[in-house]
């Protein structure tokens, strides 16, 4: 297994566009979770899934954000009508449940909306 | 209102001296503390974590101190090596309390000078 994927690395979009990303987990995770990390920041939970169950969702994740991990396992994060403060590095990570030793991330997909 | 606050941005330290990263919680009902580093254009990795019910946890050169009468943990890196030189986050989680995500700190830079 190669870790946690996410495609694609980059993405810059116009405002107002869709974008979708993808995380591909560890295979043997039961939970995958989303966080996002602007500049100066540390991440920021957005939110998480065990198995195909989304379980927990930050007040970040306005309307315009959906998660999905529809056979538990990968997942998409979409943004509709992208806006400037959109632009951040989204990162995916998994556990096995209860993560004493913390997460997997992802390398992240950096999202630029101009 | 940040429940994770690492007030330092940044740190440099000589090679082969102690490194001492500070992070402070406000939250008590957090009952787990991880450390990640990350390198740019990557991922956070996990490094070392503790229990609220220990005071101290140790992996090699990286010792995690917990004062949970101050709210206060830290890291120590010992002895410090140019390829530690990456920024740290502290995380904390409330697991008892079954909540998934971990809540992260804005991260302190460190420099490790040869």
């Known amino acids: 297994d190669t870790g946690v994927s996410q495609d694609p690395r980059h993405k810059i979009t116009k405002r107002g566009q869709n974008v979708t990303f993808r995380c591909d987990p560890i295979?043997?995770?039961?939970?995958l979770y989303w966080y996002r990390q602007t500049l100066g920041q540390g991440p920021e939970f957005l939110t998480y899934?065990?198995?195909?169950?989304?379980?927990?969702k930050s007040r970040l994740l306005s309307d315009r954000f959906s998660a999905e991990r529809p056979k538990g396992s990968f997942s998409t994060l979409e943004i509709q009508r992208t806006e400037q403060g959109d632009s951040a590095m989204y990162l995916c990570a998994s556990s096995p449940v209860g993560p004493r030793d913390g997460y997997t991330f992802g390398s992240g997909t950096r999202l630029t909306v101009v | 209102d940040q429940q994770v606050k690492q007030n330092s941005p940044s740190l440099s330290v000589q090679e082969g001296r102690i490194s001492i990263l500070n992070c402070d919680y406000t939250n008590s009902m957090f009952d787990y503390f991880l450390w990640y580093k990350k390198y740019p254009a990557e991922g956070p990795t996990f490094l070392i974590s503790?229990?609220?019910?220990?005071d101290k946890n140790e992996d090699g050169r990286f010792t995690v101190f917990l004062n949970k009468s101050a709210k206060h943990l830290s890291l120590h890196i010992v002895p410090s090596q140019p390829g530690d030189s990456a920024v740290y986050f502290c995380a904390a989680a409330n697991y008892g309390g079954s909540q998934g995500n971990l809540i992260f700190g804005k991260g302190t830079k460190l420099s490790v000078k040869p």
């Open positions: 295979s043997e995770h039961n939970r």
């Open positions: 503790i229990s609220s019910i220990k």
């Open positions: 899934f065990q198995n195909e169950a989304q379980l927990e």
